[in-house]
């Protein structure tokens, strides 16, 4: 535990104060207080300054600051416990479990339930008319063509294995498909990270770049920075009023810094009379929300023009649709390969019960997950040679 939860007590400040002023998730906060966990996506040093402006402000001493961040053997007695605990480690291990771990069907399964390819591998999808598509990724990908096409900064937010990839994947499939005279520029850095001590950031000059070599490759970019602005300004016009229209895409958006996320209100202000010159989109995982949250100050200015858009997990009956649609596209019945006790028991499996509340769920049931759980049970049940998956089968696994 570290003294930051005594300070919190001195000040007469809840967790859920510094969460809120944060702009992070109560359980994210319990995690820094409780545990010394830092969120990932975040800079550390940029957070731990904001939690000491935080308590200066509600008048912790400067000397008691100095200790904030070290770790203590145990609570005071008066000190209060976390008010929104944090996900147990049996919870979090079976949500990495299911997000994280890679399966293949076997040889043998494949023969045992007369399948020619893994319908949930990457290479299963060859085409727009592989993807699955409900009602909800249908409003994101419209939502990502009209951006692309008439102008727009746009989030589109969603868990790891959720089928972001797959999104953009199509987003750039059908400008060709559809001859549009859209380019899409992707700039991207190895090991990218949102401060330097992680990896490598993706700046601002990284993002002019880009666009540079992407419109105007031949032309050799100015060496001053607001030169070299005006330069991409100058490239953007021409090429507009060449019925070219550009969208900037960056993938692993939760990655960037904030001081990019603030330039890029510079960028997406590029104008030629009522026209964007440049449309945004940025994909990223959950913690792109919460950076973009309308409480962070420090990105107001693009929050206040940026759409977000979020891809949910495939509840109710949207499960049952997915499997058919998947292995239809094999001709394949879904009931020779799952009966109805199989997949309500997967659909248990992928929601867990919420441990901040225990009439709260958190659904898993993403692509990824789904394809994983399925095809290891597949693997199980062509190994004990049992006709279909079962829901014994499903709990075996």
Known sequence: MLNLKNLLQ????????????????????AQIVNHGEWPKSLDELDLQERIRRFLQSHGAAEVDLASAFKEVSKPRANVACSVSP???TTES???????????????????????????????????????????????????????AKYGGLLAVVAESGAGKTTLMRELEDRVVREAQPIMIIRPYVLAMEDNDQKGKTLRATHIAEALMAAIAP???????????????????????????????????????????????KRFFELEMGFKK???IILIGQPELKAKLSERNQEVREVVQRCEMVELMPLDGSRLDEYLQFKFGRQDKPVTDIIDAGGIDALRGRLILNSSRNRQETVSLLYPLAIGNLLTAAMNLAAEIGVPVVNADVIKGV
């Open 93 to 147: 291990n079976q949500e990495d479990a299911m997000l994280l771990r890679k399966q293949t069907l076997n040889p043998v399964t494949r023969k045992h339930f007369n399948l020619f390819r893994d319908p949930f591998a990457d290479e299963a999808i060859q085409s727009h008319e592989d993807m699955f598509v409900s009602p909800d990724v249908r409003y994101v990908r419209e939502a990502m063509l009209q951006t």
């Open 10 to 29: 001195q000040v007469n400040c809840k967790q859920a104060d510094l969460a809120e002023y944060l702009a992070l998730s109560q359980a994210a906060v």
């Open 218 to 264: 031949l032309e050799r970019p100015k060496s001053s920075p607001e030169a070299r602005f005006a330069q991409l300004h100058r490239i953007l016009r021409e090429s507009h009023t060449a019925g070219y229209r550009h969208c900037l895409v960056i993938d692993e958006a939760h990655s960037l810094p904030i001081p990019t996320i603030k330039h890029l």
């Open 277 to 279: 010159l440049l449309s």
């Open 86 to 88: 944090s996900k147990t």
